[in-house]
């Protein structure tokens, strides 16, 4: 009924499909074989489920079926590539990639340079109509709003529900931290010194005033607590990390915030894959402000 050496490079095909977790920890011919059927069963109905379980058990392979139980029961397993549209140095990427790394999924990355306009082709346009990165394509649900992605991800792809909790009123305090990031942390940031990197150089000390002030705000709200919510590491705690990494590079005396700096150095040392995330990706950001400046000058 079913050749197993025959369906390697059909499988070899699906894998390449398939990037998420294409290959199971178990991996041997028989897995294989095993995956590519479950395949046809649930992705080309060729196969009935029946037909198989019926195999299975004709051929005494009950760890197989165990194994086929596993499978589909595992929502992540079949997923097609997640492609994410993004800059490395742009904050709100950022705030992306550390999600991803959090929640444990796998995006294809699509670098996107916006200074070469490739935000504004027709094929980007129609997936984002508002042009902007960071932008998801869960094989065709598009999304953007960095802080939205992140949520999306959490629930569509977490295993528990601790970085961004079920609880009405965790959430709310996770939510209250995401939207004063983009509202008053972020914004801040990008009111001071975006004149200073793409405009003339200079910035209004009033704007200065308000990120000092979002940021004794921030010190309050983290309190005593290691991390922003209370003692455990949320999605709120990965977008102002990345936004408070941001001003660090360009500089900002974070000393006269004891909440925020201890804070900093927790979650830097916690948030998985923070290197790769954004520890490294936020010296592509200080690069490019640097080259505009230099630009300038010159
Ligand atoms: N609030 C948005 C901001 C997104 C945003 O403004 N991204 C910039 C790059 S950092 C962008 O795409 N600019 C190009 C444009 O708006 O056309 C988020 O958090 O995702």
């Known amino acids: ?40 069963c649930i992705e080309t109905e060729h196969l009935s489920l029946y037909q198989l379980v019926h195999y299975l058990i004709s051929i005494r392979r009950t760890s197989r079926i165990v194994y ?10 079949y997923i097609m590539t997640i492609d994410f549209y993004y800059l490395p140095g742009s904050a ?3 705030n992306v990639l550390l999600a991803a790394k959090a929640v444990g999924v796998e995006l294809n990355l699509k670098y996107t340079d916006i200074m070469k306009g ?31 992605i ?3 991800l959490q629930q569509q792809y977490g295993k528990d529900d601790s970085l961004y909790p079920k609880d009405p009123k965790r959430r709310a305090l996770v939510d209250q931290r995401l939207y004063f990031d983009m509202g008053t942390l972020y914004s801040s940031f ?27 705000f921030l010190d309050i709200f983290i309190g005593n607590n290691d991390y922003s919510t209370g003692n455990n590491l949320t999605l709120a705690d990965l977008a102002l990390v990345s936004t408070v990494s941001t001003f660090e590079v360009m500089n900002y005396d974070l000393s006269p915030y004891k909440n ?17 995330a954004n520890g490294k990706p936020v010296l592509a950001f200080k690069e490019r402000v640097d080259s505009f400046i230099e630009k300038r000058n010159k």
């Open 68 to 77: 086929l139980l596993s499978v589909l029961t595992d929502k992540n397993r």
């Open 92 to 94: 709100p990427c950022r």
């Open 190 to 216: 990008y009111e001071y010194y975006s004149p200073i990197f793409f405009g003339d150089g200079k910035s209004d000390p009033a704007k200065f005033e308000k990120v000092n002030d979002a940021f004794k």
């Open 118 to 148: 490739e935000h504004l082709t027709p094929e980007f346009i129609k997936i984002n109509p508002q042009h902007t990165i960071p932008t998801l394509d869960d094989n065709g649900f598009a999304i953007w709003e960095s802080r939205a």
């Open 1 to 40: 009924m079913f050749n197993e050496a025959g369906s390697r490079s059909f499988y070899d095909r699906f894998v390449h499909l398939s990037p998420i977790r294409p290959i199971p920890s178990t991996f041997n011919i028989q897995t294989v074989f095993l995956d590519t059927c479950i395949y046809f």
């Open 150 to 152: 992140m949520t999306y």
């Open 260 to 276: 925020v700096s201890r804070w900093f150095a927790k979650v830097k040392a916690t948030a998985p894959g923070y290197e790769e």
